[in-house]
């Protein structure tokens, strides 16, 4: 078995129906935290070998592979798994 770090962790802010956030795109969103994670610890990209995220509530858009369309919204490889 492959040992697994977490290096860094960043979570989207709650929002409501039609709220604050109605005009992000949710893989956007989450490619934005993608980015801020790896900002935070000066990481190189090109180092990340899976990217594993959830909702809570899906709804629309947010029952795809959101961690999958999310890399593509990021600075990650598009050849990092989600």
Known sequence: MRDVYI???VRTPVGRNNGYLRNW???ELFGS???AAINRIDLDPGLVDDVIGGTVYQ???QGSTLARTSVF???LPDS???
């Open 73 to 75: 919204a990021s600075k």
């Open 25 to 27: 795109m949710v893989p």
């Open 80 to 82: 990092v798994p989600g």
């Open 7 to 9: 290096v860094s962790a």
């Open 59 to 61: 709804v629309g858009e």
């Open 33 to 35: 935290i993608l980015d």
